[in-house]
């Protein structure tokens, strides 16, 4: 199997597991061990949740397929662990993304800002991300436990822009905000499965989102 088959044109973002730790502070397990996550997330990315084989993982990690079983007890438990770090790095992203906004922003200038780095982290910054997107409708129910968790809190952040900003009279009284919030972040989530650098630049993807976003919700009245 050619292992360049599953390289994305992007650069992949450093694992989630790694982020925070100083590369000296690191043992070499814990280096194993986030590298066959890394190749786990990027495979699952490409070849979803039926097609990953813990062969290819150990092929894109280069190590040997049996030592994945030193740091995982299974395929589900390695796909699991993926699934999960790829929701809460959203969800850690966006929030640092929103809390670092001026106070004085309008909420749909904020909303806007959330779309876009729901988008970029999306398809340019993470395999784990891509990953847990594209996968969630595949992935037995027992698996997915945590990142369930996890998607009902990035929910909550999305929540509380759409709130603030139907307060403040940005958003068209007519639409039930909580369908509209459900239908805006499905849109952003299919990005992935259409998705093409070959096809799309990321900053007309965003432009584009954010042209939708904003005249599909702001109230003309």
Known sequence: MDRTAY???????????RAGIAPEAETKSAR????????????????????????????????QAP????????????????MFAGIAEMRRYLKDVVDGLPADMSPMDKIL??????????LELSDYTTASIRNSGQIPEHLRSRQRKEEVGYGRLWRKLFDEALAEGMIDPD???????????????WAAEWFDPRKFSIDEVVRNAQTLVRNGLLSHK
Do not use: C, W
């Not at 639409?175 to 989530?189: E, F, H, I, K, S």
């Open 175 to 189: 639409l039930d905000v909580r369908t509209a919030q459900l239908l805006v972040m499905g849109g952003l989530n």
């Open 7 to 17: 390289h994305r044109t992007v650069p992949r973002k450093q694992s989630a597991t």
């Open 113 to 122: 800002t959330a779309v876009e780095a729901h988008l970029r982290h999306e």
């Open 67 to 82: 030592a994945i079983y030193y740091y995982f007890s299974s395929r589900e438990e390695l796909i699991e662990e993926v």
């Open 32 to 63: 194993t061990r986030a590298r066959i996550l890394d190749a786990a997330a990027h495979v699952l990315s490409v070849k979803g949740y039926a097609g990953t084989r813990l062969s290819d993982v150990a092929e894109y990690a280069e190590i």
